[in-house]
Each structure stands twice: as C-alpha cells, then as structure tokens.
C-alpha cells in the first residue's frame, strides 16, 4: 500500500526491512546507524510523548539543527499527532528566528547544539507562545529532548490509544509542515504544506531516481529546505541509507566514507566541487595537466546518449579511464546520481558531470510546490541538459502571455499562513500558481527557466536583460566566484565581481606578483584589474549587445549566508547587495568614472 501520510514510510519499511540500515551520522568519529525499527520506536515514542505534554493537532513546533536522525525522528513524531512542523534555518539573525516563532505559534522549539542554544533561548523567552524549549545534545541549563521520548515509553495506557486514534484521523489533506522561504527579499513567507502536497512529490520523484535498498545516499542540503526534506522522503521510500553530512567542509571526505552512490546539492556546492577538481587539474604536470584539460574541454561537449557520434564516444572512454575514474574515486567511486536545485545551474556543469558518469538531475521548483515541478531524467526521451527537464507526475505547466511559468496539482501549497490575500494574489482562480519565474518550452516538453521575472530588469533603450544567464556566463571563469548584474533604466549592462581569491592569488604567483596582501590590496593591483578586463572581453563575445557587460567592479568581500548577501539557500540577496555596494553602484554609471 502506497503512502498517503509522511508517518507511513515508517510501516511501509517496518513491514519491509525493518533491520535494514534507515538513518546515519557522524558521532564521535564514527558512523552512528539507526535501523528502521529504531526510526519508528523513537518517532513513536516522541509522538506519545508529545500526547503526554498536552500537544493537539495543529500546534507547532519549530526545530533548528543540523541534519542528523534526530530530525526525522521529531518529524515522524509530530506527524503522528497533527503537530505541524516548522523547521529552520539554523543561519538567521534573532530578528529572523523571533518572527518565524513569533508567526509560526511555535509552542516548543527543538535546537540543535549549545551554540544554538545559547544564542536563540533569549530568543524563545521573549515568544509569548514558546512553552518548552528542548536540544538535540546534552547541553548545560537545557532540557534534553530525550524527557520527551521517556514520558512516551514511560506512557499511561490510554495516551497509546489516543496515539493509534489520532494517527487514524489524520487525512493526506491535513498540514504536515510549515515551511518559511529562504527569504532574497523581504520577510519570509510561511508555505503549509499537506501530507498529500510532500507525498505525491517524493513519490514521484522516487519513480525517477529509482534508488534501492543497496544505495547509500548523502543528505547535504539543510532539512529545513524543501528540496533536502523531499531527497530525505524519497530516499526514505526507496529503502536507502541517508548519511547525513558532518558540514560543508566534509562532504568529499563523507561522500568517500561511505562511497555514497548519490547526493543532493544546489549548484553552489556543485561549483565548489568543481573548483577544488580544477584547481587539482591546475597543479599537475607536464602530460598530465595536459591530459586533465583535454578530459574537461571534452566533457563540456558532452552530449548524452551517444548523440556526438563514436569517434567521441570512443576518446571519451579514453578520458574517462585516464581522468574522470579518477573524479569519481575522489568522490568515493560510486556516486552515479546527483539531484540539484534550487538555482540556476550552469549548464557546463551539468554536461561535464554527466560526462565523468554522474548524472545531474537537475529540476525545478520552489518551496511553494513541494518542490520538483520539472525534473531531468535518467532516460533519452525526458532528458535534455541546459533545460530543467520534463514534468514530473501530477503536475501542469502553462507559459502565460508575458512569459511567466504557471502551475498546479497534487503539489501545490495548501497557502501561506495568516495570508488569505498573498495566497489569492498568487494561485487564481483557476487554480494556476503563478511562480514568478519566466521561462519557455524546449521541443515541446522540457522546461527553460530564464530568470525570476521581479529580477529581469529594462535597460534605458528599452531592452530587457535577464541576470541569471549572464552571471553563470560569468562565472564560468576560474577568476569569478560570484557576480551580480545590474543595470536597471541605464543605458548598459554592469557587473560586480567576486573573485575567486585562491586561484586569484595563484594567478599572481605564477606572474610573480606579490600576493600575500589581503584581499582589498589584490583587486588595486594594476595587472589584476588588466586580467579581469581581458577575462570579460571574452566572456562578452557570447553575450547578446544588451547582455554584454560594459563595465565591472572588484569587491574584496566573499559573499555567504553569515555575512548577509546570500540567503541560507545560497541564492543572492539583490536588495542586501545593492544597499552594500550602493555607492560603487552608483560609481559605475558616473559620467566621469
């Protein structure tokens, strides 16, 4: 029997393989395993627990804590009961974390570390509606969230029929999860999901990864994204082993721990990824480096399913014994699949991935729709790289007049919360959701997705200008690491530059400049400035005249969620940026500058 609420993956796999490997973490230096058996006794025991501290269907509670079993076994706990769950970004400011608890009528608050909650207790004392705040690790002055699953194995008799009662009455159109976006501009909304909205998603995106009992999957994204609790429920369902990744810093260390056969990431990571391969590539010697650079320039002609001919098909095996086994074993030696999204993936990425043998199934989607909208599959007939794939199952698309994607089905929010107006603003009456990104059909079936349509901007000649496709144009330069476009009623296109200040200072030693200055001193020097000139005049020979950026600007700073112009999703905060950098902005389109 399929699944119709989140709480039933535990007796579809109880049922099935209830010793197998479910859940993994890191404790103490060593991977820590949780049987499925294990899963469903400690979600079991918090649900119950939760009964014996009064909680009723629909109350909420916030968790914000690294990925690890614990998640998952509050998740499953609070589903059970009606609780709705609202988890968190575990980077926000206290502003941030008092208004999603402030909004939510979070009742209690699950942290995850004495860091976190030293930082965010002050936060719940001033939350009227915070009753119990508990942590994941034993951390001193806090309760332990352990008190919850004892008062449940310790439970009168009656609470256990209450349980078994409660779970019956629980429908796939009730919540299941309150789920705040990652917030690019303005306050974050908080999107109600339906047990119906996750689990036809995941079941859906199961049919496509077609994962097994024998696979070993990273978890990498943050559970508190929409995209990591739909890998997390997949993975689930297909009776796989979820290792949770230590931190960012670890995931090629994990992934070759436990020669993982997938992992999730958001194209951020995959650059990263593909950075520190490249920069492997840039300190080799003689024949090697020669033939490494051979293996990528090929790799980013790739096309798949045989389609650039044999003569390809044959140097590629070539490159892929000498080079890319070698990509792989870094990674393991297993990895095969990679679901991404999130962002805009750069399609040289993708191709030079599926090139070395690990498909990117990039798709589509936001937090409103559960996610996926449209995903790329492992098969010829729905799989077109550069795109974000085909539909997946239960779900409708239609490009309005002006270019905007719409859509609805099974996945679509049930609304945002305390906003009937925003919600009927959003879904018409037709039912259509109007996501705000603008994007087109490729061959009928696979989804183009062009840029947000509130960031798309109008040049003075009346031109329009997408940022996205430009900024990934960009940043396929081993110079940039990050960029935003600008150039909202000017007469052209302009850019700020983050530049990739390792390779930077590496290009600098290889032509004897002094780089040990910090980054404010490295961006003045004159040869610098004369490559980052010569490194657009390139990449400009691609662009469109109206994308073409005419001007640029250095900034020393490295961009990230902590220090305020990304968001935790790793998608840029235009506002933030623009107010940061409003006087080089403006710097840029001075007639005299």
Request: net charge neutral; charged share 25%.
């Amino acid at each position: 029997m399929e699944p119709t609420r989140t709480f039933d993956l535990l007796d579809k796999n109880l049922s099935q393989s209830p010793s197998a490997d479910a859940l993994a973490a890191k404790s103490e230096g060593k991977w820590r395993k949780y049987s499925f058996k294990e899963y469903n006794d400690y979600s079991r025991w918090f649900a119950l627990g939760l009964l014996e501290l009064g909680f009723k269907k629909g109350e909420k509670i916030a968790t914000i804590t690294n990925n690890r079993p614990e998640w998952n076994f509050a998740d499953m706990g609070m589903a059970m009961v009606g609780v709705i769950h609202v988890p968190v970004y575990t980077s926000l400011n206290c502003d941030e974390y008092k208004y999603v608890l402030e909004h939510s009528d979070a009742r209690m608050v699950i942290l995850s570390d004495k860091k976190l909650f030293s930082n965010i207790n002050p936060v719940c004392d001033q939350v009227e509606k915070v009753e119990f705040v508990y942590t994941f690790d034993q951390t001193e002055n806090s309760r332990h969230w352990m008190e919850v699953v004892e008062k449940g194995q310790h439970c009168k008799p009656e609470t256990l029929e209450k349980l078994e009662r409660i779970k019956n009455e629980i429908t796939p159109s009730d919540p299941a999860a309150l789920i705040y976006t990652s917030g690019t501009t303005g306050t974050s909304k908080g999107v109600l999901l339906s047990h119906k909205n996750l689990v036809s998603n995941f079941l859906a995106a199961a049919k496509v990864f077609r994962l097994g009992p024998d696979d070993r999957y990273l978890n990498i994204l943050p559970l508190c994204h929409v995209g990591g609790r739909l890998g997390n429920y997949q993975t689930q369902y297909a009776g796989a082993c979820i290792y949770y990744a230590e931190n960012m810093g670890t995931i090629a260390i994990n992934l070759r721990e436990i020669k993982a056969t997938g992992f999730d990431a958001v194209p951020r990571i995959l650059e990263k990824v593909f950075d520190n391969v490249m920069a492997k590539g840039r300190g080799l010697k003689g024949i090697k480096k020669t033939l490494f650079f051979w293996a990528v320039s090929l790799g980013l002609r790739y096309k798949p399913f045989g389609e650039n001919g044999w003569l390809y098909e044959f140097k590629l095996k070539i490159a892929d014994k000498l080079i890319f086994s070698k990509w792989r074993e870094a990674l393991g030696g297993c990895a095969r699949l990679v679901g991404c999204g999130g962002a805009s993936l750069q399609p040289r990425l993708e191709r030079v991935f599926w090139a070395a043998g690990i498909k990117i199934l990039n798709m589509y989607g936001l937090t409103e729709t559960s996610p996926i909208i449209t995903i790329n599959r492992q098969e010829k007939a729905l799989c077109k790289l550069g795109t974000v794939g085909a539909l997946i199952d239960g779900v409708e698309v239609k490009i309005n007049e002006d270019g905007e994607i719409l859509t609805r089905g099974e996945n679509l929010m049930i609304g945002y919360y305390k906003d009937e107006d925003l919600t009927r603003s959003v879904i018409d009456e037709e039912g259509w959701f109007h996501t705000g990104d603008v994007g087109a059909w490729v061959d009928g079936k696979f989804l183009n997705v062009t840029d947000r349509k509130k960031e798309i901007f109008k040049l003075s000649n009346g031109k329009f200008v997408a940022p996205q496709p430009i900024e990934n144009k960009l940043k396929e330069s081993a110079f940039i690491d990050q960029v935003m476009v600008v150039g909202e009623h000017q007469k052209f296109a302009s850019a700020l530059l983050v530049p990739d200040f390792k390779y930077l200072k590496e290009w600098c030693q290889s032509q004897q400049l002094f780089a040990g200055q910090g980054h404010a001193e490295l961006i003045c020097l004159p040869e610098v400035w004369e490559v980052y000139k010569q490194e657009i005049a390139r990449l400009n020979k691609s662009l469109s005249e109206p994308e073409k950026i005419l001007r640029f600007r250095l900034v020393a700073d490295e961009w990230s969620p902590l220090s305020g112009e990304l968001s935790a999703s790793l998608k840029l905060k235009r506002d933030v940026i623009e107010s940061k950098y409003k006087e080089i902005l403006e710097g840029i389109y001075r007639k005299t500058s």
